[in-house]
């Protein structure tokens, strides 16, 4: 099958890289996706709000990616999940930030947003006192529920200007080929002059598979380590009204690792995160359905030097303990008993006054499945956080383990993130250029706009373009 333009990934990079180039160019677009259409991503049930092992995972593949369909939180900031000024500048980034916006709220994004208010100055002062970070953000929240419906209006919006969606579809190898990319797709081989790769964090091992085969300089981003905190949801009622999804940047006392809150669901669910062969935990947020607690991820960052930098493959060996551990579930504990060395129980649970909201799990021992400087930060940067919010360390406290932010194998581009395989242009998560929703989004306008002007100038100098 003949394109112009391969897209491999439909989440937001996929996405608003392909609405940038038909709203700029007449290219025939093939997106290839190996999940679901968004009406079609069903993974929860509603009694439970439990993720079922799917393959690919709902919750992580289909249209519009695992940042959308988890709770749909944008932060209308250019650098949060990622930093634009890396690829434009200060004035670009932040126009960028707001035409996504602006395509966000065509779709069907709500016209609130969050975080505009003076509240937002006395928060970053008591946060201070305690030694922590508060980062004012605008935000707009989706939900849960009603991003499938949003990212339907994009994705048919797209077909009618002539887009086609290759569903179910895994990319399985890129070749190189003349001035041809071939990609193979089960039996069938797409052929395109300009290929985009963002497949996700779902596909970032198999993207780093890829560059090495091509031979693409990578360099290893950090990652992210620790667990999902759950706790009743009148204890962050108050600091929600400033913002839905506030974020708090500590650094710990005995190793000054930093350490940071991310994705606050606020009566909302925590549910597992499912790869090929990991399950890691996650969580969600609905506009119509709520539960009594508040959970939000709290998360080291980890960088490794020598004699290896390859923070991917030290996050899946912690992942693939806990697993063993927890039986292939995520491991569940409560707070109490982590401060007293024992092991959780389902009995020490149920007397919780916190109910978990995922029962899909192995009640276990958090020190048998996190490094010990790991667990460390965690303690001591939850300490922090509890004089800003207090109540995050009780007893009843629930952790589940392991959260795992793999924003893995950056691969080494121009400021159009153009690879130096000529034509070759990468975005999103899974390349290691962004790591949230609004930024995937940009880098996809970004690597769209680079093949607009690449393909401007091969026009204008054909005999400077490829044989």
């Known amino acids: 099958m003949r394109t112009d333009i391969a897209i491999i990934g439909s989440g937001p990079a996929g996405l608003f890289a392909a609405y940038?180039?038909?709203?700029?160019?007449?290219?025939?677009?093939?997106?290839?996706?190996?999940?679901?259409?968004?009406?079609?991503?069903?993974?929860?049930?509603?009694?439970?709000?439990?993720?079922?092992?799917?393959?690919?995972?709902?919750?992580?593949?289909?249209?519009?990616?695992?940042?959308?369909?988890?709770?749909?939180?944008?932060?209308?900031?250019?650098?949060?999940?990622?930093?634009?000024?890396?690829?434009?500048?200060?004035?670009?980034?932040?126009?960028?930030?707001?035409?996504?916006?602006?395509?966000?709220?065509?779709?069907?994004?709500?016209?609130?947003?969050?975080?505009?208010?003076?509240?937002?100055?006395?928060?970053?002062?008591?946060?201070?006192?305690?030694?922590?970070?508060?980062i004012p953000i605008k935000q707009r929240f989706i939900g849960t529920n009603?991003?499938?419906?949003?990212?339907?209006?994009?994705?048919?919006?797209?077909?009618?200007?002539?887009?086609?969606?290759?569903?179910?579809?895994?990319?399985?190898?890129?070749?190189?080929?003349?001035?041809?990319?071939?990609?193979?797709?089960?039996?069938?081989?797409?052929?395109?002059?300009?290929?985009?790769?963002?497949?996700?964090?779902?596909?970032?091992?198999?993207?780093?598979?890829?560059?090495?085969?091509?031979?693409?300089?990578?360099?290893?981003?950090?990652?992210?380590?620790?667990?999902?905190?759950?706790?009743?949801?009148?204890?962050?009622?108050?600091?929600?009204?400033?913002?839905?999804?506030?974020k708090f940047h500590i650094y710990t006392k005995t190793y000054d690792d930093f350490t940071r809150t991310f994705c606050v669901n606020h009566k909302g669910f925590v549910v597992k995160e499912v790869y090929e062969d990991l399950v890691l935990v996650n969580g969600h947020a609905y506009t119509d359905k709520t539960s009594n607690t508040t959970n939000f991820a709290f998360l080291v960052r980890i960088t490794l030097t020598e004699p290896t930098e390859n923070t991917t493959d030290y996050g899946r060996k912690i992942a693939k303990v806990a697993n063993i551990l927890g039986g292939g579930k995520p491991i569940l504990q409560k707070m109490g008993d982590l401060e007293r060395g024992r092991r959780s129980t389902w009995k020490r649970i149920k007397e919780a006054t916190t109910k978990p909201t995922l029962l899909d799990v192995t009640p276990g021992d958090l020190a048998m499945i996190l490094p010990h400087r790991i667990l460390t930060d965690i303690m001591e940067g939850l300490e922090k956080l509890s004089k800003v919010i207090p109540g995050v360390t009780e007893d009843s406290t629930l952790l589940y383990a392991p959260e795992i932010k793999f924003s893995a194998n950056r691969i080494i581009t121009d400021k159009n993130l153009e690879t130096p395989i000529e034509n070759l242009f990468v975005a999103g998560d899974g390349a290691g250029v962004s790591r949230g929703i609004v930024i995937a989004a940009a880098t996809g306008i970004?690597?769209?706009?680079?093949?607009?002007?690449?393909?401007?100038?091969?026009?204008?100098?054909?005999?400077?373009?490829?044989?």
């Open 20 to 134: 940038e180039l038909v709203k700029n160019t007449n290219y025939k677009i093939t997106i290839i996706e190996c999940g679901k259409e968004p009406l079609k991503r069903k993974c929860l049930t509603e009694e439970t709000a439990v993720c079922q092992k799917c393959s690919p995972c709902n919750v992580l593949c289909g249209v519009g990616g695992a940042g959308i369909l988890s709770a749909g939180r944008l932060n209308l900031r250019p650098d949060i999940g990622g930093n634009l000024e890396e690829f434009v500048s200060k004035k670009e980034a932040n126009e960028l930030v707001t035409y996504i916006d602006s395509i966000f709220l065509g779709f069907g994004a709500p016209k609130h947003v969050y975080g505009e208010n003076e509240e937002n100055i006395e928060l970053k002062r008591k946060a201070a006192s305690a030694g922590v970070k508060f």
């Open 146 to 246: 009603k991003s499938p419906k949003l990212v339907d209006n994009f994705m048919k919006h797209l077909q009618r200007k002539g887009v086609n969606f290759l569903l179910g579809r895994k990319a399985e190898t890129i070749k190189k080929e003349g001035n041809l990319f071939k990609v193979k797709v089960s039996k069938e081989t797409i052929t395109s002059k300009y290929l985009i790769v963002c497949p996700g964090r779902y596909g970032a091992n198999w993207l780093a598979k890829q560059a090495k085969k091509l031979g693409l300089p990578v360099k290893y981003a950090p990652i992210d380590v620790g667990v999902r905190v759950e706790v009743p949801s009148i204890i962050l009622e108050e600091i929600i009204k400033v913002n839905i999804d506030p």
């Open 446 to 467: 970004i690597a769209a706009r680079g093949i607009i002007k690449k393909a401007e100038q091969q026009r204008n100098n054909p005999l400077n373009s490829s044989p």
